[in-house]
């Protein structure tokens, strides 16, 4: 460098001489030559160092770049409460998302050649550019295989590739390794673990590590060791078996803490029997009994000055006796909050409790199943899974340890008229992936179109309809020889059912007319009872002949009856010159016989009707064989008794009419096959941000019942364990079984029902069942199952509540010698053509010259509609009849059950009475738990009357039980 300055040097000075003495051409151009050889000499070195610099600078600002990077991922993935989710070890465009302290979720991730971070959904570009962003996942330091499993993850190793700007640059690899702050050292917490897993011996091992065994006193090391919840329990008999624990010093350094147990109670014994108490007298405890004096429920109580001076939190309900509950206290002295838990769902928080375990000192009184208190009893039950935490679990921990399958709650819509949709309410409290079961039932077939809102993560269980079926024609006579027929009229087609539009007429002489009813495809029925041997050869009806479609004649001895049915077609109707019927016998039967005949309308006109029944017999009750119906069809019977007496219409037929002669009788009824019912089920896990709300909808105006029914505890992989539906026409319709493979599935019985006859208060399923719903979607006017406080709000009487005996719920009216009436409120029927009057009545040696009849109110006074007298003493019976007489459709109708009772011992009963507008659809539903896997067997609905239904059985399988000390390696700070 310095040897070309000097040239240069040089020839500047040359040159300058040359000038002074004159330069000649070929001397300049020597000059300049010389120069451009210099330069280009030189040039290139400073292109050299230009491009050095350059090149440093970008590889600086990558490792800068670099740096920050691995640094905020190491901040922030160290402190992470959890990994929500992660890439493939093989993806080279990764991502990682995480939880923060304040459970909010957020992500670095690979984004359009460079590294985004923020929340999830909302992330920026960060550094780059990268062209590799990989992340490898494991439980423990890379000596394991890669893992993303949130749950398991402990290290985390991210390798990126930086891009270098600079075109002579190269690019860097940065690799970054971060280890998670996890709680699984010092055992979540965990102060105290008593998983009474032994099967013998009077030792209850202590598995947190603390090393505070329990001991077992009075209780027999080889007999009281049994089954419990989670392997194993301990059993105590209610007499003085207890366990004593230790643990002086650990109560006494309680502050914040959580403490819980399984507990299976018999429901037998005294009250404040223990599960758990530990103090050291009854001035300084806290204790949790399962049934607290004042209420029949569990409590949990602390107090530093007596009894008087407790801190307590109370459940809303007593613990269902021979089944096992999860228990568990939460106590946080930061916000002075106590909370009682039952089966993972919080059922009471005092937010005002300043008592800790700690300020009861060190206890030297603790105990499980007996208490500091030598008048309490000592618990009857089964104690499994002692855990005692020095911090609070919060809700989701607390579902985790309890784990037990559970309904919790339901919402129902109903929609009393014709639509298309019906919008049910999700269940209050609901949390992410809880089990949600729908269930839709609607009037007619809607199969093909019922579904559930898309795109809300509704998975179908079963979505059918039942529309066919049989109903059997019997009635109930005081007693005689009688005959008994049935016959079905065939709707024109399913959705137009057949439908009465004319009164029934009777008379006792012929000949009988019937006015001509305006309608469509309509019939004309007539029928004939007699107390005769003779047989009716023909009919006609204005010269038209009818078609005969049964008769069945009876003799018994020197008795007779007889009844027949004859029908005639929309031609033979039209073309009809008189309105006059003529019958034909084989020899006039005199006086002894009447007529009654009605209009029908939406018959099929091909072929008017179909199955027939008949029969005849000596007594009380009298059945033919069942007729087979399909939607929309009528079923029809009608019968003849050679006595008088009183008839009752039995299998859910409403009576038309009831003739009765000093000499015999005669009677006759309907019932409508419907137009189907259609039960539709769905399940779904509840998303983090759940809809309030969803839509169900079909096709065709229909009415609909619908509800939505939540569980927790419930395995969240596969949480159907079986299913099984079934059709029945009936007044107590099957549920069918189901086959499971795990134990203690919930049982879960849903039905749907073609009919608004779903009694009040009545659950429907037996009694091992836990009811969830049994309701109608029809209009109701007026309903009382007298189980209110008072019950009489809607009455006028002085008729008692009685307790027992009961159709439904817990009580029912009653009336002896000394009462008089029961007469409702006012009841609006103004708006409607026909309603429905329904209810249970039982009496009790009524006298034959007493009275106890339903009556209604016609505006100017009380007309007899039905007497109890005409029933089986000393059970419960049920009434139902549809009401279209015009002096009854009123804003002010009432309904009124006279007594006039002489005897002392005469009573009479009423229950669950109601007046609705017929038609609609009704639902049901109930749970048990099958504590051993395999058939779950049938169970039956009960219902007021014989009704077409659709059920579905569903098993839900229980998550797996906690059996860890920290619940599961959830990552905690």
Same mark, same amino acid.
């Given at each position: ?432 992936? @809880?089990?949600? #079961?729908? =269930?839709?039932? %609607? ?7 019922? &579904?559930? $809102? /898309? ?114 077609? @929309?031609?033979? #109707?039209? =073309?009809?010159? %008189? ?7 084989? &020899?006039? $039967? /005199? ?134 539906? /079934? ?247």
């Amino acid at each position: 460098m310095r040897s070309v300055k000097n040239k240069c040097n040089l020839i500047i000075a040359n040159c300058r001489r040359a000038m002074r003495r004159g330069v000649t051409l070929v001397e300049l151009i020597v000059a300049f030559a010389l120069i451009v050889i210099v330069f280009a000499a030189v040039v290139p070195q400073f292109r050299t160092i230009r491009l050095g610099w350059a090149g440093a600078e970008a590889m600086s600002s990558l490792i800068q770049n670099g740096r920050v990077l691995s640094e905020h991922i190491i901040r922030n993935l160290s402190a992470a409460n959890r990994v929500v989710s992660v890439s493939l070890a093989s993806q080279t465009q990764g991502y990682i998302t995480f939880a923060d302290a304040n459970d909010d979720n957020y992500r670095y991730i690979y984004s359009s050649g460079y590294v985004a971070y923020g929340l999830v959904g909302s992330e920026q570009q960060l550094a780059g550019p990268v062209s590799r962003f990989q992340i490898t996942c494991y439980s423990i330091y890379p000596t394991v295989s890669a893992t993303t499993d949130g749950n398991d993850i402990r290290y985390v190793e991210i390798e990126t590739d930086f891009t270098n700007s600079d075109s002579m640059g190269t690019d860097r690899t940065f690799k970054t390794e971060v280890f998670l702050r996890t709680n699984t050292d010092d055992g979540c917490g965990i102060v105290g673990y008593w998983k009474l897993d032994e099967t013998s011996g009077t030792t209850a091992a202590d598995s947190s590590g603390s090393g505070n065994d329990g001991t077992l006193v009075n209780m027999d090391p080889g007999m009281d060791w049994v089954t419990g919840r989670i392997n194993n329990a301990l059993d105590f008999d209610g007499g003085n078996d207890y366990v004593t624990l230790p643990i002086d010093s650990v109560i006494g350094l309680l502050e914040d803490c959580t403490i819980a147990a399984w507990v299976n109670w018999s429901g037998s014994g005294s009250s404040w029997q223990r599960v758990w108490d530990f103090g050291t007298g009854t001035t300084y405890n806290m204790f949790l009994t399962v049934n607290c004096s004042y209420t029949g429920y569990p409590r949990f109580a602390i107090t530093t000055s007596g009894w008087s001076n407790e801190e307590q939190l109370d459940a809303d309900e007593e613990l269902t006796a021979n089944t096992w509950h999860h228990i568990a206290v939460t106590i946080d002295a930061d916000d002075t909050t106590h909370k009682l838990y039952i089966d993972g769902e919080l059922v009471d928080e005092d937010t005002s409790a300043y008592l800790t375990p700690s300020d009861l000192g060190n206890t030297d009184r603790n105990y499980l199943a007996n208490s500091n208190y030598s008048a309490d009893p000592e618990l009857n039950g089964r104690i499994d899974d002692v855990r005692i935490y020095n911090r609070v679990l919060d809700a989701e921990e607390i579902i985790e340890i309890a784990n037990s399958l559970n309904f919790r709650s339901f919402e129902e819509a109903k929609t009393p008229t014709d639509t298309t949709s019906v919008t049910i309410s999700t269940p209050n409290d609901i949390n992410e992936n @809880d089990l949600l #079961i729908a =269930a839709v039932a %609607t009037e007619g077939d809607t199969s093909s179109s019922l &579904s559930a $809102p /898309g795109g809300e993560g509704w998975t179908v269980i079963d979505v059918d309809n039942y529309s066919s079926g049989s109903v059997t024609p019997s009635v109930t006579h005081d007693s005689g020889l009688q005959c008994l027929i049935g016959l079905v009229v065939n709707a024109d087609s399913a959705s137009v059912p057949v439908a009465i539009i004319g009164t029934w007429d009777t008379d006792s002489s012929a000949p009988i007319t019937h006015s001509k009813e305006t309608g469509s495809d309509r019939a004309l029925l007539f029928f004939a009872h007699a107390d005769t041997s003779q047989t009716l050869n023909s009919v006609t009806y204005g010269g038209q002949s009818m078609t005969i479609v049964i008769d069945q004649p009876g003799n018994w001895g020197f008795r007779y009856a007889y009844v027949a049915a004859f029908i005639l077609d @929309d031609a033979g #109707i039209t =073309a009809a010159g %008189t309105t006059t019927f003529n019958p034909t016998w084989s &020899s006039y $039967p /005199g006086s002894n016989v009447t007529y009654s005949s009605v209009f029908l309308q939406g018959v099929d006109q091909s072929d008017l009707y179909d199955d027939t029944a008949s029969t005849s017999s000596y007594g009380t009750d009298i059945t033919t064989s069942a007729l087979t119906v399909t939607q929309g069809d009528m079923a029809i019977k009608a019968a003849a008794c050679h006595t008088g007496g009183s008839y009752t219409m039995n299998n859910g037929f409403t009576e038309a009419f009831e003739l009765s002669t000093s000499g015999y009788d005669g009677a006759g009824g309907y019932r409508s096959a419907g137009s189907a019912v259609t039960l539709g089920t769905w399940w779904k896990l509840a998303d983090p941000l759940e809809s309030t709300s969803h839509q169900f909808t079909w096709t065709g105006a229909r009415q609909a019942y619908g509800w939505i029914m939540r569980f927790t505890g419930h395995d969240t992989d596969d949480p159907i364990n079986a299913f099984s539906v /079934g059709n029945d026409s009936d007044a107590a319709p099957t549920s069918p079984s189901v086959t499971t493979d795990t134990d203690n599935c919930l049982i879960v019985r849903i039905g749907g029902f073609d009919g608004g006859d779903i009694t009040i208060d009545d659950t429907g399923l037996p009694s091992d069942y836990t009811d969830i719903t049994m309701d109608r979607s029809v209009a109701v006017l007026f309903e009382d199952g007298f189980e209110g406080t008072p019950w009489d709000d809607q009455w006028t009487t002085n008729w008692e509540s009685d307790t027992n005996p009961v159709y439904a719920g817990s009580y029912s009216a009653s009336a002896d010698r000394n009462d008089d009436d029961l007469t409702s409120d006012n009841i609006n029927t103004s708006s409607y053509s026909a309603f429905v009057v329904s209810f249970w009545y039982r009496h009790y040696h009524i006298e034959y010259d007493d009275d106890c009849y339903l009556q209604f109110y016609d505006g100017s006074g009380y007309d007899n509609i039905f007497n109890f007298e005409n029933s089986t003493a000393g059970q419960w019976n049920y009434y139902k009849v549809t009401v279209t007489d015009a002096q009854y459709i009123r804003s002010n109708f009432r309904i009124r059950f006279h007594t006039s009772m002489n005897s002392s011992d005469e009573n009479v009963w009423v229950d669950d009475v109601a007046v609705y507008i017929d038609g609609g659809v009704s639902g049901g539903a109930g749970y048990t738990v099958q504590e051993t896997a395999g058939i779950s067997g049938t169970e039956d609905f009960a219902l007021g009357q014989q009704n077409d239904s659709r059920m579905v059985t569903v098993a839900i399988t229980p998550g797996a039980l906690c059996e860890v000390a920290c619940c599961s390696e959830t990552i905690k700070p």
